[in-house]
């Protein structure tokens, strides 16, 4: 109950037809398994619409080393080069990278600047408004 209590409010709050759209093309199209980075405000849509786990979403109470959980997300958007980000990536054994507005405006920033090599970035899903999602098919 306290998911689906935190994930209708996160629908109320933050969330517009663009990104539940986008979570729901995720759910239709992508293996459940597969682990989606989004927004904290966007962690409950890709949990609750999407039925994928995520890195991380506002339930923080029970989560050990949140801060640092926090401070990885931040990198992953925001880092200049591939490989610390691949790093991260891998570590939280990240599939899908949900680029929208939400997370741009949490994180501070535009674009991510290393999605540039297609062997390892493909974006698979671009509404041409708010939301990007790309699927990563490189570890480290």
């Known amino acids: 109950i306290p998911a689906i209590m935190a994930t209708a409010e996160s629908i109320d709050e933050s969330s517009n037809r663009d990104d539940i759209n986008a979570m729901l093309w995720v759910k239709k199209t992508t293996d459940q398994s597969a682990v989606v980075l989004a927004s904290t405000k966007e962690g409950h849509l890709v949990s609750g619409i999407a039925e994928h786990p995520n890195v991380m979403d506002t339930n923080y109470l029970l ?68 939301i990007q999602i790309y699927e990563v098919r490189c570890q480290i």
């Open 63 to 130: 989560v050990p080393n949140i801060n640092d959980r926090y401070d990885d997300v931040r990198r992953i958007y925001t880092s200049f080069y591939e490989t610390p980000a691949l790093e991260l990536l891998t570590e939280y054994n990240v599939r899908y990278i949900v680029v929208s507005d939400s997370a741009k405006e949490e994180f501070g920033f535009d674009k991510l600047s290393y999605i540039s090599d297609e062997r390892c970035f493909k974006r698979i899903f671009d509404n041409r408004r708010t």
